[in-house]
């Protein structure tokens, strides 16, 4: 009886070690994947803030202007002027449905149906 606990314990001694060399090497490989995931979300943000900054330098209101400048012809571009916009009482709203509500024919006391459930 003894040899069989021994032998028991052994094996579950070897089951172990051998599950945590697996979870070992498991855990080293996800933590170099997520290495390499914060090195590519690092350049990302680099590469993101390097277009932001050319962005800006595209759009600053000079060049905008003086774009706007040489392509007059082509584009028939105009300043803004504020009787360009409409008024508040210019907007259309949706017109009201077509149907007409249906009358209620047959209503139902709640008070008294309350009442009664009470009862029961």
Known sequence: MKTLAYVLSALAVFGLAFWAYRENYTTQQVLKETRTL???????????????????YLNRPDRLRELAELN?????????????FGRVD????????????????NG?????????????
Do not use: C, H, K
């Open 90 to 105: 210019e907007v259309s709203y949706p017109q009201a449905p077509l149907l007409p509500l249906l009358p209620i024919t």
């Open 38 to 56: 914060q090195r590519e979300i690092g350049s990302a943000q680099v590469r993101l803030g390097v277009l932001r900054a050319e962005w800006a």
């Open 108 to 120: 139902i006391d709640v008070s008294t149906m309350a009442a009664e459930g009470a009862n029961q």
């Open 72 to 84: 007059f012809d082509s584009l028939g571009l105009l300043p803004l002027r504020p009787n360009q």
